[in-house]
């Protein structure tokens, strides 16, 4: 597996960091959620006939990807964040895993270009200085920077695995800044090259049909089934680039948006499911090894901690507290500033 990204990830981080010796900290532990905002045209359908599922127990490898950032700290010139990624796979009945990180970064205004176009040209390095223009604002970095790690991490998947399943965190829609419709298709290309199956399971989703969320939609087909969406349509420069599924996968009330690679043929994407079922638990709808990853990259409150020694010791960073306004004006009724 081609390391190139890992390493300038430790490298810039690292170098971030020892830069940063002369600032100092405001705590924060505001985790950064991964949002993908979908502005459709409405010609979104639903079809209410259900497609059962029945698993297919064929050997088949089944992998999944994510990525988690959190902010910990503020300085006066920008923020230290810490981001971590997780890939598990599912063989011969057992998960494996692999996490890379965390990479913690001091981002200011000063470096934040420099830094990401570093790292974005160390995963695409025919790009390099191409898309400079594109690099993102200071409140942007933590989630821009996760992304990356996750589409390498997607890429290396696609390009290391054969006959299997690869699950992604999200939706397969491009066409964003962090992710350009070139680089999904070039991902979705490499998993088709080598016979794999991507499918990408959305834990919260904006499509609605007549002011329902697709995932409402019930079916008094017993699960797993599948229902199909049809005339998705997105506004330029965005476009999806998978057949939208709701996938209701076990009992109980959960359901989730699906996104199938949509060059894949119909039968060959039911079939993609069914294996996935046949291979991997299924609990509340959600794949076993996709909710694995997400628990392997998420940061606990110990991991923190050590993350704020190490700054605070190896890098010169003097962390302080700074008052919360909302408590320190309302007392016992400030909710403090993550509710403002």
């Known amino acids: ?7 300038q990830f430790t490298e810039l981080s690292l170098h971030s960091l020892m830069q940063s010796h002369v600032h100092s900290a405001q705590l924060n532990e505001q985790v950064f959620q991964q949002l993908n905002p979908e502005e459709h045209v409405q010609t979104l359908r639903i079809k209410l006939e259900p497609i059962p599922l029945k698993p297919i127990h064929e050997e088949t ?3 999944a990807v994510d990525t988690s950032t959190m902010k910990i700290a503020e300085t006066n010139a920008g923020s230290v964040l810490a981001v971590r990624g997780a890939n598990v796979w599912k063989q011969n009945e057992n998960y494996r895993y692999t996490r890379l990180g965390p990479f913690i970064f001091h981002v200011t205004d000063d470096n934040k270009s420099e830094l990401y176009d570093a790292l974005e040209s160390s995963y695409f390095p025919s790009i390099r200085g191409q898309n400079r223009h594109n690099s993102p604002s200071l409140w942007q970095m933590p989630t821009r920077i996760a992304t990356l790690l996750e589409r390498w991490q997607q890429s290396m998947l696609t390009k290391t695995i054969e006959n299997g399943l690869i699950l992604f965190d999200g939706s397969l829609t491009a066409g964003t800044p962090d992710t350009p419709t070139h680089r999904m298709k070039e991902t979705l290309s490499n998993g088709r090259s080598r016979k794999n ?11 609605r049909v007549h002011g329902c969320l697709i995932t409402e939609f019930k079916s008094d087909q017993r699960p797993p089934y ?3 969406t049809t005339g998705l349509r997105l506004k330029p420069p965005m476009v999806t680039l998978g057949a939208v599924y709701v996938a209701k996968l076990s009992k109980g009330n959960c359901a989730f948006r699906l996104d199938i690679d ?3 043929p119909s039968d060959s994407r039911i ?3 069914r294996k996935l079922l046949g291979n991997d638990l299924v609990s509340q709808s959600y794949p076993e090894t996709l909710r694995l990853a997400h628990i392997l990259c998420t940061f606990t409150a110990n991991e923190v901690l050590a993350m704020r020694r190490f700054i605070t010791r190896k890098c010169g960073l003097h ?3 700074r008052p919360d306004m909302h408590k320190l004006l309302f007392g016992p009724f400030g909710k403090g500033e993550s509710y403002s």
């Open 1 to 7: 597996m081609d390391t190139l990204l890992p390493k």
């Open 271 to 273: 079939m993609a499911v």
């Open 197 to 207: 199956t991507i499918l990408a399971f959305s834990k919260m989703t904006n499509l």
């Open 226 to 228: 599948l229902l199909e």
């Open 262 to 264: 949509q060059e894949v």
């Open 319 to 321: 962390i302080i507290n």
């Open 61 to 63: 490898i089944v992998a």
